[in-house]
RNA sequence: GCCGGAGUGGUGGAAUGGUAUACACGCACGACUCAAAAUCGUGUCUCGCAAGGGAUGAGGGUUCGAGUCCCUCCUCCGGCACCA
């Protein structure tokens, strides 16, 4: 035996594991299927970083475990690779978004293989790739043909210096500030474009429901629901006085309605020009509308911002109580939101302040608890007083369901529910992404490209520099092909798809990712899907996570799938920060690279570490100090070697720890609790160094368990021991119940409640015989009392005399 | 502001309501060595010579027994936030 040699093993093992195909998934009729999948990644030109091996690390050991234990696991990769660092470096430099992708992936691919994990790299896909994007293409159009997709105006994010559109998350400057160009640090302003949306909303409601489902953590579920925001409340119709014209609020605290004493409208509300028009505050109106405008909704929904408003010099009837309500026009108020018209009282801090700012009078209809500020109706509670019938009412349930049938049934207006989820907004005017496969006729109505001319090739002689339009519209290859094909006069669409689309179906094509007549056939979805084990970070809980489940209810919808909930179980790993505790950046130079890691210590170490660092969901500081301990612990397996002799036998005690490290290792892993995983091996092994001689048999155990973490130098040390074939393909081991426990046990001696000693005893003593066993102890015979009042006796735990 | 999560040794962390501090890092001392490294051994929450006390962010409560359950508060982290 040498001395342990990580970088020859890993290289040998890797070389053999790609030669044989060892990870390559074929359906079996005789193995149930595990799909474990991890969030795949966007190449960056960075590379691989501490997080990315934390979740691949945790859902590898996941897999060759459930291998072990007679799974048919399905344990794919593949890039997500369209987006916008790409395309940026190649405003930058020139050079095709293509050329630097496809180099990033193949640095990816090469540092995600040095960690020994066990993917399927046959299935491989890149949401780049013309045969991918083919199949992205083909989504839309289903959700087109299903009326799923359509076209209208929709506001944008516009960079007047770059002449370009923004993501919302482009919007941030590096040191913070928001509503500017994170390229140019130029104000960013608003403008209304034609735009492609997918109707999310239409399944709102199975969206908010179905997460009672799935085994997700109720964080992530909560983050689900609240970004979708369901609200049930009450549409109240007004009349506006002197016009054809009325106005539509929504409620969600009915039991208030009476404390209202004017309206507000969004600036951006289409009422709001027949309102004024003609009227002399026509142009004041006009004017702030116009002001209003300017500012971004990043601007208009912080918080803190001043609110602003004008009078309109109109007046609402109030249909519940006859009186007049003031029109106004403010800032606050959401096109977005409800019907975009509130009704306002002082009984919400916002419309107090803006109130007595412009001094609209006000009411009550709640008795204060503090004299300087009125009861707020979020709380719903109270007694009501100046509120028609409902006056000397207490606010509950009931209440609130009588007054909204008071309302109905009086013609005053209807429930409703509204949510806070919008449309999925999907037009990029970008380049570096798929694009949307639609062709406008002469008249200008789009039509989906029929499927035959799938993919729908992105053009590659476009001008990356942003002009003011899309850079597709710079292809005049794009256009003949159009013309060509469609006729003259037809032109494509110029935009391409968020990237998000890309990524919202990618789980499903790994399951047959080089069908070519389907996105997967119905016989694989069956096989694989859906998926049993999602692991990813945390910051993608409400987007990526939202739109696949809208993509899967879909496909649901219409019959292409069986399931509505792509990922049964998920789980997040947390983030790893730098040895400071803050952040890994590379501004910082605090970065950890997992491949000198790897090179210095070992992957399996590196793998070994990660999982050791404390629990996986949890948010832990790097710390390179601290490596050398799980590579010890390696190393200490591969002396142990030494000692294994054949005939041997182990003494009871490590036997029993053995067994119990087999039995916790497995329990372990399903919960996904990693480290105590580990720190159980490493108890193992501490045992098995104080023996003489260890036997075959257990230490091939011992290997078996620590297979799935260090894959590389179990499968060393397996082939050490006379093997031919791959630890890999073994069954985990049985533990044996019989030697699963020590013989004697240390039991604690209570007085009150507090310890006051130990005392050896037989596994399983009665209480009778601990009792006796405590009396003739010589130093807790004097300090447990004579005549207990009673005692409290919890089997090889706790004997607990009360005096 | 609202919704989550978390506060345990010098450090990362462990603990079905049942011996708090497992496992590891670090540190100290010892063995081996001419020496060092590596390795091995011993010790390492705190006060105390000891016997004994006291400690899981703070304070209360439930319980024979609380890091764990309940209440009040503090701090940190994450997400959402003019949502009517």
Same mark, same amino acid.
């Not at 540092?111 to 949401?127: A, K, P, V």
């Not at 349930?397 to 008071?406: C, K, S, V």
């Given at each position: 035996?040498?001395?342990?040699?990580?970088?020859?093993?890993?290289?040998?093992?890797?070389?053999?594991?790609?030669?044989?195909?060892?990870?390559?998934?074929?359906?079996?009729?005789?193995?149930?299927?595990?799909?474990?999948?991890?969030?795949?990644?966007?190449?960056?030109?960075?590379?691989?970083?501490?997080?990315?091996?934390?979740?691949?690390?945790?859902?590898?050991?996941?897999?060759?475990?459930?291998?072990?234990?007679?799974?048919?696991?399905?344990?794919?990769?593949?890039?997500?690779?369209?987006?916008?660092?790409?395309?940026?470096?190649?405003?930058?430099?020139?050079?095709?978004?293509?050329?630097?992708?496809?180099?990033?992936?193949?640095?990816?691919?090469?540092?995600?293989?040095?960690?020994?994990?066990?993917?399927?790299?046959?299935?491989?896909?890149?949401?780049?790739?013309?045969?991918?994007?083919?199949?992205?293409?083909?989504?839309?159009?289903?959700?087109?043909?299903?009326?799923?997709?359509?076209?209208?105006?929709?506001?944008?994010?516009?960079?007047?210096?770059?002449?370009?559109?923004?993501?919302?998350?482009?919007?941030?400057?590096?040191?913070?500030?928001?509503?500017?160009?994170?390229?140019?640090?130029?104000?960013?302003?608003?403008?209304?474009?034609?735009?492609?949306?997918?109707?999310?909303?239409?399944?709102?409601?199975?969206?908010?429901?179905?997460?009672?489902?799935?085994?997700?953590?109720?964080?992530?579920?909560?983050?689900?629901?609240?970004?979708?925001?369901?609200?049930?409340?009450?549409?109240?119709?007004?009349?506006?006085?002197?016009?054809?014209?009325?106005?539509?609020?929504?409620?969600?605290?009915?039991?208030?309605?009476?404390?209202?004493?004017?309206?507000?409208?969004?600036?951006?509300?289409?009422?709001?020009?027949?309102?004024?028009?003609?009227?002399?505050?026509?142009?004041?109106?006009?004017?702030?509308?116009?002001?209003?405008?300017?500012?971004?909704?990043?601007?208009?929904?912080?918080?803190?911002?001043?609110?602003?408003?004008?009078?309109?010099?109109?007046?609402?009837?109030?249909?519940?109580?006859?009186?007049?309500?003031?029109?106004?026009?403010?800032?606050?108020?959401?096109?977005?939101?409800?019907?975009?018209?509130?009704?306002?009282?002082?009984?919400?801090?916002?419309?107090?302040?803006?109130?007595?700012?412009?001094?609209?009078?006000?009411?009550?209809?709640?008795?204060?608890?503090?004299?300087?500020?009125?009861?707020?109706?979020?709380?719903?509670?109270?007694?009501?007083?100046?509120?028609?019938?409902?006056?000397?009412?207490?606010?509950?349930?009931?209440?609130?369901?009588?007054?909204?049938?008071?309302?109905?049934?009086?013609?005053?207006?209807?429930?409703?529910?509204?949510?806070?989820?919008?449309?999925?907004?999907?037009?990029?005017?970008?380049?570096?992404?798929?694009?949307?496969?639609?062709?406008?006729?002469?008249?200008?109505?789009?039509?989906?490209?029929?499927?035959?001319?799938?993919?729908?090739?992105?053009?590659?002689?476009?001008?990356?520099?942003?002009?003011?339009?899309?850079?597709?519209?710079?292809?005049?290859?794009?256009?003949?092909?159009?013309?060509?094909?469609?006729?003259?006069?037809?032109?494509?669409?110029?935009?391409?798809?968020?990237?998000?689309?890309?990524?919202?179906?990618?789980?499903?094509?790994?399951?047959?990712?080089?069908?070519?007549?389907?996105?997967?056939?119905?016989?694989?979805?069956?096989?694989?899907?859906?998926?049993?084990?999602?692991?990813?970070?945390?910051?993608?809980?409400?987007?990526?996570?939202?739109?696949?489940?809208?993509?899967?209810?879909?496909?649901?919808?219409?019959?292409?799938?069986?399931?509505?909930?792509?990922?049964?179980?998920?789980?997040?790993?947390?983030?790893?920060?730098?040895?400071?505790?803050?952040?890994?950046?590379?501004?910082?130079?605090?970065?950890?690279?997992?491949?000198?890691?790897?090179?210095?210590?070992?992957?399996?170490?590196?793998?070994?570490?990660?999982?050791?660092?404390?629990?996986?969901?949890?948010?832990?500081?790097?710390?390179?100090?601290?490596?050398?301990?799980?590579?010890?612990?390696? $190393?200490? %397996?591969?002396? @142990? +070697?030494?000692?294994?002799?054949?005939?041997? !036998?182990?003494?009871?005690?490590?036997? =029993? *720890?053995?067994?119990?490290?087999?039995?916790?290792?497995?329990?372990?892993?399903?919960?996904?609790?990693?480290?105590?995983?580990?720190?159980?091996?490493?108890?193992?092994?501490?045992?098995?160094?104080?023996?003489?001689?260890?036997?075959?048999?257990?230490?091939?155990?011992?290997?078996?368990?620590?297979?799935?973490?260090?894959?590389?130098?179990?499968?060393?040390?397996?082939?050490?021991?006379?093997?031919?074939?791959?630890?890999?393909?073994?069954?985990?081991?049985?533990?044996?119940?019989?030697?699963?426990?020590?013989? $004697?046990? %240390?039991?604690? @001696? +209570?007085?009150?409640?507090?310890?006051?000693? !130990?005392?050896?005893?037989?596994?399983? =003593? *009665?209480?009778?015989?601990?009792?006796?066993?405590?009396?003739?102890?010589?130093?807790?015979?004097?300090?447990?009392?004579?005549?207990?009042?009673?005692?409290?006796?919890?089997?090889?735990?706790?004997?607990?005399?009360?005096?």
């Amino acid at each position: 035996m040498g001395s342990y040699d990580h970088k020859k093993i890993e290289k040998k093992w890797r070389k053999h594991w790609e030669e044989t195909n060892a990870y390559v998934t074929t359906p079996s009729s005789s193995k149930p299927k595990h799909y474990a999948l991890d969030m795949f990644p966007y190449p960056s030109a960075l590379g691989l970083h501490t997080g990315h091996v934390e979740g691949y690390a945790a859902t590898d050991i996941y897999s060759r475990f459930k291998r072990m234990k007679g799974f048919n696991v399905l344990h794919p990769m593949g890039w997500d690779a369209f987006g916008l660092p790409a395309e940026n470096y190649a405003i930058k430099t020139n050079t095709p978004p293509r050329e630097t992708t496809n180099k990033a992936i193949d640095n990816f691919r090469n540092q995600i293989q040095r960690l020994g994990l066990s993917y399927d790299w046959s299935r491989e896909i890149g949401t780049h790739n013309p045969d991918y994007y083919k199949w992205t293409q083909w989504l839309f159009l289903f959700l087109f043909e299903n009326g799923l997709a359509e076209k209208r105006m929709g506001k944008v994010n516009w960079c007047p210096t770059d002449q370009t559109v923004l993501a919302n998350e482009q919007t941030v400057s590096e040191s913070g500030e928001k509503g500017v160009c994170v390229r140019c640090g130029t104000k960013i302003i608003q403008r209304e474009l034609s735009q492609w949306f997918f109707k999310i909303t239409d399944f709102a409601d199975a969206l908010i429901d179905d997460l009672n489902d799935v085994d997700w953590p109720e964080s992530t579920k909560i983050n689900q629901r609240n970004w979708i925001g369901k609200k049930e409340g009450v549409i109240v119709t007004h009349k506006v006085k002197g016009m054809d014209l009325s106005l539509d609020t929504f409620s969600a605290y009915p039991a208030w309605l009476f404390a209202d004493t004017y309206i507000v409208l969004a600036p951006e509300h289409p009422a709001v020009k027949n309102l004024v028009e003609g009227t002399e505050a026509e142009i004041d109106v006009e004017a702030f509308v116009k002001r209003m405008q300017e500012v971004t909704t990043i601007d208009r929904t912080n918080a803190t911002m001043e609110k602003e408003g004008i009078f309109t010099g109109r007046v609402a009837v109030d249909s519940l109580t006859g009186k007049e309500f003031p029109i106004w026009i403010a800032n606050f108020a959401l096109m977005d939101f409800g019907t975009g018209i509130i009704r306002c009282s002082s009984h919400d801090i916002r419309d107090l302040t803006f109130a007595k700012k412009y001094g609209i009078p006000l009411s009550e209809v709640v008795e204060r608890e503090s004299p300087d500020m009125p009861v707020d109706a979020h709380a719903n509670k109270g007694v009501l007083k100046d509120s028609g019938p409902f006056t000397g009412r207490t606010i509950n349930n009931e209440l609130i369901q009588e007054i909204i049938a008071w309302i109905e049934s009086n013609g005053y207006g209807h429930t409703q529910t509204t949510y806070r989820l919008r449309d999925w907004l999907i037009s990029r005017q970008r380049y570096w992404g798929a694009p949307i496969p639609v062709v406008y006729d002469p008249e200008g109505k789009a039509h989906g490209i029929p499927k035959e001319h799938l993919p729908w090739l992105l053009p590659e002689d476009v001008e990356y520099l942003p002009k003011g339009t899309s850079p597709l519209g710079t292809s005049k290859e794009l256009l003949e092909r159009t013309e060509k094909i469609f006729g003259k006069g037809w032109k494509p669409e110029i935009d391409t798809m968020d990237t998000f689309v890309c990524s919202s179906w990618y789980f499903l094509r790994f399951a047959d990712p080089h069908n070519e007549i389907e996105f997967a056939s119905k016989e694989a979805l069956k096989t694989w899907l859906p998926v049993d084990l999602y692991m990813g970070g945390a910051e993608h809980t409400v987007l990526h996570l939202m739109y696949a489940r809208f993509i899967t209810k879909a496909l649901q919808k219409f019959g292409y799938i069986e399931f509505g909930e792509p990922f049964s179980k998920l789980r997040h790993q947390g983030m790893i920060l730098a040895e400071d505790g803050t952040k890994m950046s590379k501004s910082k130079g605090n970065v950890i690279n997992p491949d000198e890691i790897s090179e210095l210590y070992g992957a399996d170490t590196l793998r070994i570490y990660e999982m050791f660092m404390g629990p996986l969901e949890a948010m832990k500081p790097w710390s390179t100090k601290n490596i050398i301990g799980s590579r010890r612990f390696l $190393e200490r %397996v591969w002396r @142990v +070697q030494e000692k294994v002799s054949q005939g041997a !036998t182990l003494s009871a005690s490590a036997d =029993a *720890t053995l067994q119990q490290t087999i039995k916790k290792v497995a329990e372990d892993i399903e919960l996904l609790s990693l480290n105590t995983a580990v720190s159980q091996m490493m108890i193992c092994v501490n045992a098995f160094e104080k023996e003489e001689k260890i036997p075959t048999e257990s230490y091939e155990s011992m290997l078996l368990v620590l297979a799935p973490f260090a894959p590389h130098m179990t499968e060393e040390l397996w082939g050490a021991l006379g093997h031919t074939s791959s630890i890999h393909q073994e069954n985990w081991p049985v533990f044996d119940e019989s030697k699963l426990e020590k013989n $004697e046990v %240390v039991m604690a @001696v +209570q007085v009150g409640g507090k310890v006051k000693g !130990t005392i050896v005893i037989p596994r399983g =003593a *009665t209480e009778e015989e601990v009792v006796g066993l405590v009396r003739k102890d010589i130093k807790l015979g004097e300090v447990v009392p004579q005549n207990p009042s009673r005692t409290i006796f919890v089997p090889n735990r706790v004997l607990n005399f009360i005096p």
